[in-house]
């Protein structure tokens, strides 16, 4: 006999699809029985769980909002800046990695304002995640570690670009194994740019 999954284990399946379904057909697309198939489940199955499809978003939104802030809270207990500055940056990237709807939400065309809620929600999240690089940054620059003539603000546009770029080329290639590949090279790459010789993370 085959046990029935819990509530709690059928939400995060719930969820889970929902994200996969996300990456490949845009959020705007996504709809419950589109979830349900893809789980051999009927609707009323999914609304058992989540009673409207804007629950389904708000747990979604939560889950990625709670990531993002665990990331920065983790990076941020690195002493040293620059160390602090590569958790922050490869924890983020791992992030897209994993669970890629992140991407897809963020850049996703949404002419009927379904998913500003969403996205509001998550901006905030990554705010705090750039205001973490501008932190680390400016620690860096006091400590004389950045080379000469580049601001504070010329590094967080510099190493959030190693974010925007990968994850421009991942919804570009539908590929998440180049943010694996090349994430941490970059962005050793970068900080052998902007840092004085001998200076690392």
Request: glycine share 6%.
């Amino acid at each position: 006999m085959i046990a029935r999954k819990s509530s709690e284990d059928r939400k995060v399946e719930i969820l889970n699809t929902t994200l996969d379904l996300i990456f490949e057909v845009g959020a705007d697309h996504v709809t419950t029985s589109m979830i349900a198939a893809r789980l051999g489940l009927t609707q009323p199955a999914i609304y058992k769980h989540f009673p409207k499809k804007e629950d389904i978003w708000h747990a979604i939104t939560s889950s990625l909002c709670v990531q993002i802030r665990d990331n920065v809270a983790r990076s941020t207990q690195a002493k040293a800046p620059l160390l602090a500055l590569k958790r922050l940056i490869l924890g983020h990237l791992n992030l897209v990695y994993t669970t890629p709807a992140l991407s897809e939400i963020m850049a996703t065309r949404d002419p009927g304002g379904n998913l500003n809620d969403i996205r509001r929600h998550i901006h905030e999240a990554m705010g705090e995640l750039r205001a973490a690089l501008h932190s680390n940054l400016s620690a860096a620059k006091a400590a004389g570690q950045l080379r000469t003539g580049i601001t504070t603000e010329d590094g967080v546009m510099l190493f959030f670009g190693i974010i925007q770029s990968l994850v421009l080329r991942l919804i570009v290639t539908r590929n998440p194994s180049i943010i694996a590949k090349d994430a941490e090279r970059l962005f050793d790459l970068q900080l052998a740019l902007v840092t004085h010789e001998g200076d690392s993370a």
